[in-house]
């Protein structure tokens, strides 16, 4: 007799085998959220939480250079003169002064945008979800590049679209083989990271964001261009956002956070469209959360109408700097010989692919016993991966940890090859 078979033992959890007489289980998950996976960076980001891991594994904004002081100065000031707005309900579009903000930043880019061209999300992450409300049914075929932001696959995959990979090079996608696959999937929209890609750290070209947008047209497609990155360029010359190219004005959706240059935990973000298609992903965020956070809202508002983020950025982009430097001056040493990887002129990150025979998947356990840590480049593929590729972030080690956390790799990496 086993325990559950005594009278003292607990009740067996109602299975299909032990519901009660009559009952019938709960229907099963959409298979779309059954068969959409969880974030292998969120897993690894668990992994490595002990303090002692140097991780260059998270795309994790540096802490300690957060301007708290005017971050708690901006919340404080609309506390105390205007409580009962900032705790308040809101309207779905946003703060008009925080929209008004924004679009006086983006205009200033080069793109001419007013305050009611923008929608405030919680986070750029779910200005992605609500344009793919939006847009995709079931079905729909969507173009990335490869490899690509993992967490916009997640997105795709759960509104049950078809996700068709695009050949990028070292400079970015290839608008050559974007016209050819194009014409053969008809898809719906392209969706890409343009400059500082997440999570190769490349930018794109003005003559290539020129031809996606020829293609664009062309081929009749939406273009998502998600941004997070753009101001943290620290050299090199800024190019102009794809939908300032002829024939990607009406066609182009833009994407925009505060997580990379503010801070993260104020899950702020905005979405910039076409009027009928703000429209539509207005009325998915009323179906989703009614509005983003309005006292968040206010205190950034508040932040951005003085000198607090310019002067913040300006720290940060050096900060940065520094750190990619230690980053990639320190690879050539840290990688097996043969290995290759990129130089980024800002954001966040640097691709780096080992030779033939290293898989950085079945690596990585090895190199974190080692108190180190990087993300393995197959989950950002939705094409073939490239076993030997890593991301590396940066940005949330200061240049000293850097290089002992790449001494960690080194030694990590000659002790499995030995």
């Known amino acids: 007799m086993n325990a559950l078979d005594t009278p003292d033992a607990p009740d067996a959890p109602d299975t299909p085998d032990t519901l009660p007489t009559g009952s019938r289980p709960a229907p099963p998950l959409a298979a779309r959220a ?74 200033a880019r080069g793109l001419d945008t007013g305050p009611d061209d923008l929608l405030v999300t919680t986070g750029s992450q779910q200005g992605l979800s609500l344009l793919a409300s939006a847009l995709l049914e079931p079905g729909d075929t969507v173009l990335v590049e490869d490899p690509c932001y993992l967490a916009a696959l997640q997105v795709f995959s759960l509104a049950g679209a078809r996700v068709v990979p695009v050949p990028a090079d070292d400079a970015g996608l290839d608008p050559a083989a974007l016209d050819e696959i194009a014409a053969r999937e008809r898809p719906k929209l392209l969706y890409l990271v343009p400059t500082f890609q997440n999570p190769t750290g490349r930018t794109l070209s003005a003559e290539r964001r020129a031809a996606v947008a020829r293609v664009a047209t062309r081929r009749g497609l939406w273009l998502l261009e998600d941004d997070p990155y753009g101001e943290l360029r620290f050299e090199g010359e800024a190019v102009p956002y794809l939908a300032s190219f002829p024939g990607a004005e009406d066609r182009t959706a833009l994407l925009g956070s505060f997580s990379k240059i503010v801070a993260p935990g104020l899950r702020l973000g905005w979405l910039r469209a076409p009027d009928a298609l703000r429209r539509a992903c207005v009325i998915a965020k009323q179906a989703a959360d009614l509005h983003t956070s309005t006292v968040d809202q206010a205190a950034a508002a508040r932040y951005l109408a003085g000198p607090g983020l310019d002067a913040h950025l300006d720290r940060v982009r050096g900060a940065y700097r520094a750190r990619r430097d230690a980053l990639v001056d320190g690879l050539g040493d840290a990688l097996p010989e043969g290995s290759r990887w990129n130089r980024p002129d800002g954001g966040m990150f640097v691709w780096a692919t080992m030779p033939a025979g290293y898989d950085a998947t079945a690596l990585l356990p090895e190199v974190v016993r080692h108190d180190v840590a990087y993300v393995p480049g197959a989950p950002f593929y939705a094409g073939p991966a490239d076993p030997g590729a890593m991301r590396l972030s940066f940005v949330t080690h200061p240049p000293e940890e850097i290089r002992e956390g790449l001494l960690r790799l080194a030694k990590t990496l000659r002790s499995v090859r030995a």
């Open 34 to 107: 059954a068969q959409t996976g969880g974030s292998p960076v969120r897993e690894i980001l668990a992994l490595t939480a002990r303090p002692e891991v140097i991780s260059f594994a998270g795309g994790l904004p540096a802490g300690e250079l957060f301007d708290t002081g005017g971050i708690t100065a901006a919340f404080r000031h609309v506390l105390e003169e205007a409580p009962r707005q900032a705790l308040q309900y809101s309207t779905t579009e946003g703060d008009p002064a925080l929209r008004a903000a924004v679009a006086a930043r983006v205009s």
